[in-house]
């Protein structure tokens, strides 16, 4: 599956689901079966509100959220689009606006620095022995087509596409062998950097924090449809021009054993966010920068294209 939030004109985030270029609203799908089983009850079917919710409740709350795509996607292969979205069940995706598919995420989202050889090479940095971790704050996420701000702050404002895994079952002490088991799904992060923050600060932390520094989405695809994830193309463009070019399989750290180690006497929760690091063709190798009116691709193979605009403050 391919969860998404979405919004309608000026109404709240909602948690939806893409089928054939539309976009299953599973909220009123779930109260639309409810009400044909004669389940609902003053209005309500039981069903997540939002993605987070919907992670956090587990093995019992996937299992509805499937029946109930199951039941959008077939409503769509047989209904007119025009009919569904009038009952406020499914829109075509060109009518809805997707958001990060978790614009809040449960706490900061954790981060993998130099893990790919190539990256940590043409950054002057030997690849490392352990993997690198760093957190960006949860309130630097946007959404897919939003704008990237190049606050005044900073001079170098560069780009980063990584593949970001999201935790669906929670634990500590992960085995590697049982990593991938703990994965909900995957996503894709744009990790904006402000390098000249980082000289500055002597530390990750603030120069990747920044507001709208996490660009993130445009799908949340679900762990069943990427069986490997170290077997992902992964790629960014400025204004068409291709930046990175690269494979996950040149990971450092593969994914499972990202998760292995973050979890050692640290217990992940549901709906943690891993971004597992970028590749190779940064600005600050290059020294072309980020500037206002830039548009940037950020994608990832089997999740697909997070696009935004660098603007002034």
Sequence with gaps: ??????????????????????????????????AQRGTVRRGRSGF???LLELIQGGEPV?????ETWEYGRGLVDQQAIEELAKRRLAYPVKRTRLLAPIPVPAR????????????????GAAAPEHPVYFTKTGSAVVGPGD?????????????????????????????????LRHVFGYTVVNDVTARDLQKRHQQWFKGKSLDTFCPMGPVLVTADEIADPQSLTIALRVNGQVRQSSHTSKMIFPVAQCIEVLSQAMTLLPGDIIATGTPEGVGAATGTFLRAGDRIEAEVESIGVLANKVVRP
């Excluded at 996937?62 to 499937?66: E, F, V, Y």
């Excluded at 990237?148 to 560069?158: C, F, G, R, S, Y």
């Excluded at 079952?169 to 590697?176: H, K, P, Q, V, Y």
């Design 147 to 179: 704008d990237i701000v190049n606050h005044a702050i900073t001079k170098e404002l560069d780009y980063e596409v990584e593949l970001a895994v999201v935790i669906g079952t929670g634990g500590r002490d992960i085995a590697r062998a049982d990593a």
């Design 1 to 34: 599956m391919q969860y998404v939030t979405f919004r309608r004109g000026r109404g709240e985030p909602k948690l939806g689901a893409i089928w054939h270029e539309c976009v299953l609203d599973l909220t009123g799908l779930a109260k639309d079966l409810a």
């Design 108 to 123: 900061n989202v954790f981060c993998l620095g130099r893990n790919y050889a190539d990256h940590a090479a043409e950054r």
């Design 62 to 66: 996937w299992a509805l959220a499937r």
């Design 48 to 50: 997540p509100r939002t």
